[in-house]
């Protein structure tokens, strides 16, 4: 334990703000009421972690055009959708964080991501502070089975942990998770903010002097009882959010942060039985179950990074028995769908200031592309004719206050996956009609505004 004189220090547990009093609401990201005391020695304030010895005793500066960079250097998962999130593998030497609800599925993930590893010959440790090891052993048995590169530690203090990374000398190491860890040179207690950004920069710097690659598993909670993540989000190389709805049995995985590639990647997983199973295509997955012939349903196109998804929009238009009409949206922003119902009211005089309006996006999923306005406002113009819509029909298009249907990005992309999947007629903005004319197999339609939009219904 440290010595010193204990004082108590006030920490943010939304950004790791640090204070010497409360205060209601944190200066650093504006969030109320997320001020905690933590107890700290006044040794430690000046930071454990750059007070520990440096791993590499001689430092030396190198020339930059004498460094290359080998293939070999980025690990293959074996988990196509997770590879691609990371920018084609695991770099070596990163620190990677994974975030998300607790149950979402985290542990599953990195577990099978081991299991991929030390088959394909690699040293993996995977070391858990939250289960014991019976307890991932009943996990993994579900999962498969495992080679002898695995090696299991069922480790809270991170003194022990450094130790046996520093003997064992894996390639990957998963920390699950980081609220767990326990560094003793720290007094607040596992799951503080100081703990977690002492520990944090402790792997940090076993993950740039040793090489090896490290996950890390954080908790996120919408109370901001343990620390949140944010607190990391810098202090790492790449962030990954693992997120989807409880009830659904599909998860996805966002990149928000990448030093080695592109953030708008996503990949999608199926929750089985035997664990995550990659959803190759998601767009056939998202529009299982789309009814046919009903009217508010229309399918759009929106850009998930470099990938096309299909996403069916629902909407219900109904007369509103009480005074002010309600408005409801599920998966997509509240704001944006008021505005397109303004936009419906005045630019083709439709009496929606009577009409309580729902709109939906099917299967869980949240998109705010503003692509997906034109589908939006067709999906309300149909529920509120009761006139239901081209089911081999997807339309795409940003729309603007004076009605106008606009230019959308990527727009031969989503077309060709619209007609991969079997769709026969596409609505897209007029000016994006040029770039998609040598597209054939698939009916094009461009509209200026969305009256015309509407005609086609
Ligand atoms: P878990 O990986 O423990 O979540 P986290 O580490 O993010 O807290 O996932 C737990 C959930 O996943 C749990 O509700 C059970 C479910 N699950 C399956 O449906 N199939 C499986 O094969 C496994 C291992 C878990
Ligand atoms: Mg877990």
Redesign the pocket.
Known sequence: MAKGKMVAVFYCQSCGYESSKWMGQCPGCRQWNTFVEETVSTTEMKSAAGMRKPIKEKAQPRVLSEITIKDEDKILTGIGELDRVLGGGIVQGSLTLVG????????????QVCRNLADAGHKVLYISG?ESGTQIKI?AD??GSFSNNMLLLCETSLDTIEEIIRRQKPEVVVI??IQTMYNDSVSAAPGSVSQVRESTAVFLQLAKGLGVSIFI?G?VTKEGTVAGPRVLEHMVDAVLY?EGDRHA?YRILRGVKNRFGSTNEIGVFE??????KEVMNPSEFMLSGKPEEASGSIVVCSMEGTRPMLIEIQALVCHTSFGIPRRQTIGTDFNRVNLLIAVLEKRLGLTLGNCDAYVNIAGGIRITEPAIDLGIAMAIVSSFKNKSIDNKMIAIGEVGLSGEVRAVSQIQARVQEAKKLGFTSCVIPAVCLESVKEIKGIKITGVKTVKDAMNLL
């Open positions: 998300g609800d607790p149950g979402i599925g985290k542990s599953t993930l990195l577990l939250e996990r579900r999962i699950d998770s598993v908790h693992f049995s929750m089985e039985a035997a664990g995550l």
